[in-house]
């Protein structure tokens, strides 16, 4: 079934959890290397949405949405991309203090004791194009 756009309706961005990652490993025609773009070593810490955390609207991100668990922050990719830390999916839906690198990605949960004590870790993050 092909996707039909109305006249100045905007192309839809790739829902990748629903779309793309259950085709992997299932006799898809698509490979996974088709569609990683990179990998890098990451910096990955943890927030919360707390005003001493984020802006005067801590409930809500730079792309709109609500904070959700899980959701992800990153100064560099653009909004709606999917990343992979750990065998664990994320899509960026925030940003960051402009202080942070373009390497720093920031998880966000409810719970600052687990924040707390996740810390400040380096690991390989997948970036999916």
């Not at 709109?64 to 992979?84: H, S």
Request: charged share 25%; hydrophobic share 35%.
């Amino acid at each position: 079934m092909a996707l039909q756009l109305e006249a100045g309706e905007a192309t839809p961005k790739v829902d990748y959890k629903q779309n793309i990652l259950p085709m992997i490993g299932q006799n898809s025609l698509l490979p996974i290397e088709a569609i990683i773009s990179s990998e890098v070593e990451g910096i990955i810490t943890n927030y919360t949405p707390r005003p001493e955390e984020t802006d005067s609207t801590p409930f809500i991100t730079a792309s709109g949405k609500r904070v959700e668990e899980g959701m992800i922050a990153n100064n560099c990719l653009e909004i709606g991309t999917l990343v992979e830390i750990e065998n664990k999916y994320y899509v960026v839906e925030d940003r960051m203090n402009a202080r942070f690198s373009c390497n720093h990605f920031d998880i966000l949960t409810f719970n600052l004791e687990e924040a707390i004590e996740f810390g400040k870790q380096k690991m390989t993050v997948t970036i999916y194009d």
